[in-house]
């Protein structure tokens, strides 16, 4: 979500949408229409200390793929540069969630 807006505000204008579809897989959806990302980062983005953004640490993709990772998630990021992009993380049923804490 931080970095949907943050593209945004580089960008000067634009939306973000957040959306849940819960099917097969939960799906959660943040697109935004900022500065967008080049397909060929997008692996090196979800490295640790790698980061496309001024003053960015490199650090919230990251753990954020580790996270989705340790629920048997997946996670994918889409864009094109100048007109946005989107982080797609999939999640399975909460009833086959590992490592919840109720």
Known sequence: MRNAVESVEEKGSGNVRVSVRNGRAVEIRVEDSGAGIDDADVPRLFLPFQSN????YGIGLALVKKIVLL???SIRLTG???EGAAA????????????RCD
């Open 53 to 56: 953004k001024r003053g960015g």
């Open 71 to 73: 629920h048997d998630g």
């Open 80 to 82: 094109k540069p100048g």
């Open 88 to 99: 797609i993380v999939e999640l399975p049923p909460s009833g086959n969630l590992t490592g």
